[in-house]
Structure formats: C-alpha cells, structure tokens
C-alpha cells in the first residue's frame, strides 16, 4: 500500500491502539495519525500516552484521545466508563488494536511464578476479551470495522521457558479465529493478528538482555501489516495471521 492510498485509506478513521505508550502501540498510533486517523491512545501509563499525544500534535495530525486503562486492575466499570467517553467523543470505533502485553518471567514451568502466570494471562487474553466485547457495540456501528490483535512467534510452537507469555499469544491467535468466525456472519466485523517479529522495544530487551538491539527491526519498520489490516484494502479479510518480517 503507497503513502497515499494510506493516507485516503485512513482519514477520519476512529482507531483505538492499547498499548499506545509502548514500543510498538506508540509508533502505530502516530503512523495512524499521520495517516488522517483519529487515535484513541490506551494504556496504563499516562505519562507515556501524553508524550506520544504531544509528538502527535506537534506533528500536525488530527489531535488524539487519551484514555488510560490498566489492564492489570481495571473492573467492568472502567471498560464501561471507557466505551461511554468514546462512544460520547467519536461516535463510533473503525479500529481496534490490540498491542499491550506483558512478558512475564522466562523461566520453566515447573517452577513458574503462579501469581505472575495469573497476571500475564489476564493482561494479554482476559483483558483482550473483555475491552472487545465492551466495544463490538461501537464497532457495529462503523462502516468497515477492523479487530487486529498482535500476537508472536511462540503462539505456533511452544518454546521452553517462554511459559505464560507463550500460552497466551496462542490463546490470542484462538479468540482471533472464535472472533473472526463469529463476526463475519453477525457484524461485517473483520478479525485478525499480526506478528512483529524480533522488534526493537523494551519487552524484547527483558527477554534477551544480551542482545545488540541495533540488529533488530524498529517498531516503525513491522507496520505495514497493522496499518493494512486497519484500512479498506483488507476488506473481506478474516481469521488471517500476518507476519510482519519473512
């Protein structure tokens, strides 16, 4: 897709990004708003939501939402309280990008940290589930809605020590093809994932502390699939998992 068919492509689109103050959120959310669409920044953060706000309007794209959530500890009035306010400001939702999550401990099973397992698998499934749910309404109400949710390369085989982290990207890919096969029938709601890949960000960096980061893609560079999967060009695609690098 050309810079400018993105650009038609997106303008006036209403996109919610989670994760919006990480790595990879805060890079689609200013590609989006580049773009012409206006972002909705989640996350648990606000300090980082502001800055990633502030290179948005300094930018001179369409100025943004900040809507801090924490995923960790939010209750069903929170997620309520958040649809309400975007549903007050937008009217609707075109896009919604999963990208928060936690990594969790690289450890074996066997002696994996029960309360962190609990923890990962809330932030990177449940709250998926349920910040979805509470906003198929605003969705519907889209004329082209689009789910993408970000998953990895440990969610098509399980590797050793990558526990809860690995367990819920696989659950992630399963919601995607429950979602995707529930709502192409019931809603035109188009679902899929996308995987990064080896990415330059501060998750990655906990994971292999070692390594040179400079030889790994920056998050700018694995957008392309997102930013599709957010615009028209991918209409009638579903149920589908994209690798961002080959």
Not at 176 to 183: K, N, P, T
Request: proline share 5%; net charge neutral.
């Amino acid at each position: 897709m050309s810079s400018g068919s993105a650009a038609a492509a997106l303008q006036d689109r209403v996109i919610l990004i989670t994760g919006a103050g990480g790595s990879i959120g805060a890079a689609l959310a200013r590609a989006c708003a580049s773009l012409g669409a206006r972002v909705v920044l989640c996350g648990r953060t606000v300090r980082k939501l502001e800055a990633v706000y502030d290179s948005i309007v300094a930018a001179g794209s369409p100025r943004p939402a900040i809507a801090p959530l924490d995923f960790e500890k939010a209750d069903a009035s929170q997620y309520d309280s958040l649809a309400d306010a975007v549903g007050s400001e937008f009217g609707r939702i075109d896009g919604l990008a999963h990208v928060a999550a936690l990594l969790g401990d690289r450890s074996p099973v066997k002696h994996y940290d029960v309360p962190t397992w609990l923890k990962v698998m809330h932030v990177n499934v449940n709250a998926p589930f349920i910040l979805t749910r509470t906003l198929i309404p605003l969705l519907e109400r889209s004329s082209d809605p689009s789910i993408v949710f970000t998953t990895s390369g440990v969610s098509v085989r399980g590797r050793a020590y990558w526990g809860a982290y690995a367990a819920s990207k696989f659950a992630v890919e399963g919601l995607m093809q429950v979602l995707a096969d529930e709502l192409d029938t019931e809603a035109r709601i188009r679902v899929n994932s996308v995987n990064p890949g080896k990415v330059r960000s501060g998750m990655r960096a906990s994971a292999f502390p070692g390594e040179d980061a400079a030889l790994l893609a920056t998050p700018e560079s694995v957008l392309s699939p997102f930013l599709y999967l957010l615009g028209p060009d991918s209409r009638e695609v579903t149920g589908c998992r994209f690798d961002a690098q080959l």
